[in-house]
């Protein structure tokens, strides 16, 4: 079995061998398959270096970055401690009405009784469990979501577990002011989408922040999370993360 600091656990049939032979394929794609960034700016950043092999707009890295990121990762104690934790849904577009049982867009109204709900349950963490569709702008979507997850609760979209969509550099910034007078917890996330890249939006609010004090992580689609433990993302960012913040 492969020596590391593992900080998931999967059951059902895997054994640790299985484990081992999916983190080494990882580590091989990302040495020897490389993500697709299309972003001049971070790509001149990560050309800088070592470790770090780019040629045309993919990215690859070698496997010791990922271990030494595995390594350093460190959990709040809230996480490291807990009996259990739930992490909720996020962003739904459609809710089932309490009332008729039907299927219906879900509303401003929705988004604080699901964010009370999801707090009224010890050990449960989300982001913003629906989007309020009522809504029309996505950028003010994306900010009552913060505003009323954080006035409706403590937990729900203040934990490590926040990854609140931000889809423009304005609402990354208006949100950004908001956590910081507020004093609640800020990040940013990009989405890993087949074939294995990454979207030029996602990256340049990343790299306007920069400068700038935040958590980051990083996504998966639904399909690749139920096929792939994602661990070896995360640790791919934290790699990312170190190097683009110096």
Request: include cysteine; hydrophobic fraction near 40%.
């Amino acid at each position: 079995m492969i020596e590391k600091n593992r900080k998931y656990c999967l059951t059902g049939g895997l054994t640790d061998e299985d484990i081992d032979k999916m983190h080494v394929e990882m580590l091989d794609i990302i040495e020897n398959v490389g993500l697709k960034v299309p972003h001049d700016g971070i790509l001149k950043l990560l050309a800088e270096k070592d470790g770090v092999k780019i040629k045309g707009d993919i990215v690859k890295f070698d496997p010791h970055l990922v271990e030494k990121a595995i390594s350093d990762m460190k959990y709040p104690d809230y996480v490291e401690n807990a009996d259990y934790i739930i992490n909720g849904g996020a962003y739904e577009m459609n809710v089932t009405d309490l009332n008729t049982g039907k299927i219906r867009p879900s509303l401003t109204n929705d988004l604080v009784d699901m964010v009370k709900l999801i707090d009224s349950y010890e050990g449960m963490y989300a982001s913003s469990p629906v989007r309020p569709t009522d809504i029309e702008s996505t950028e003010l979507q994306e900010i009552t979501m913060a505003k009323l997850c954080w006035e409706n609760s403590h937990r729900v979209s203040n934990s490590i577990f926040e990854a609140n969509e931000k889809s423009s550099v304005r609402a990354a910034e208006y949100i950004y002011e908001m956590a910081e007078i507020a004093n609640k917890r800020y990040s940013l996330a990009f989405w890993v989408k087949s074939p294995f890249g990454v979207d030029f939006r996602e990256l340049d609010i990343i790299y306007k922040f920069l400068d700038k004090k935040f958590r980051s992580g990083v996504q998966l689609c639904q399909l690749q999370v139920q096929q792939h433990p994602s661990i070896f993302l995360e640790h791919m960012f934290k790699v990312w993360q170190r190097y683009l913040q110096g």
